[in-house]
């Protein structure tokens, strides 16, 4: 079975523009978290996600935003990047959210010049 | 709010020493408690988790971890190393929340094995 898929791998932009990362959960997984990852630090809670229905925020700006459609994939969309927004953005899949175990996909490194 | 603490931010071992990792954390709910591993430029492979019932967790490639609730403990270990093992290894916590439970992480701590 596929594992969770993540696209782009690697995305370099510049400060200002806007990113939309993409991210397939494990089949039959109804949520998606995502989650940046900054080098050198543990992975930070961006969103939950589960049937389609924003389940939980971190503590991230309004620039950061995200949806999940019909077929429980998910995006996350960042506007006006700044550089601090470097960093590896991880997407996770589970069953049904609450203690379920995470499933973790490969990441997509977004480096902002 | 939970959090985790992970002592040491580099460990080396020596092939074939055992491997012991250090995970504190801080839940005000029973807590479920995980290890994942993570090597260069890929994403988080979960090794193992603590959810409820025995202590003592085995995990994939010959790791174990056991909770102690009066240490607010969970470290990972294993008898022998492998040069394989070398990688970044995250200890996460998670506790329901308003119907949502999400992981926080450690700062993570990376295993350097030497021949």
């Known amino acids: 079975d596929a594992g969770v898929t993540q696209s782009p791998t690697h995305l370099i932009k510049t400060r200002g523009q806007q990113v939309t990362l993409r991210c397939s959960p494990i089949?039959?997984?109804?949520?998606v978290s995502w989650y940046q990852q900054v080098l050198g630090q543990g992975p930070q809670f961006i969103f939950q996600y589960y049937e389609k229905e924003e389940r939980g925020r971190g503590n991230f700006p309004d620039r950061f935003s995200a949806r999940q459609f019909p077929n429980y994939s998910s995006e996350l969309n960042v506007n006006a990047l700044l550089l601090g927004d470097s960093a590896l953005y991880l997407c996770a899949s589970s069953l049904a959210g609450g203690g379920d175990t995470q499933y973790f996909g490969p990441g997509t490194r977004l480096t902002v010049l | 709010a939970q959090s985790v603490t992970q002592l040491g931010s580099h460990v080396s071992v020596s092939e074939g020493a055992l491997v012991l990792l250090r995970c504190n954390y801080s839940?005000?709910?029973?807590?479920?408690l995980f290890w994942y591993v993570q090597y260069p430029n890929q994403g988080l492979q979960l090794l193992l988790k603590y959810t409820t019932g025995a202590t003592l967790v085995k995990g994939i490639n010959g790791f174990e971890a056991e909770f102690k609730k009066s240490e607010t403990s969970f470290h990972l270990t294993k008898p022998s190393a492998h040069m394989s093992d070398a990688a970044e290894y995250f200890c996460a916590v998670s506790e329901a929340n308003s119907g949502y439970s999400t992981l926080t992480f450690g700062k993570g701590t990376m295993l350097l094995v030497s021949p």
């Open positions: 839940s005000s709910v029973p807590p479920y």
């Open positions: 089949s039959g997984h109804k949520s």
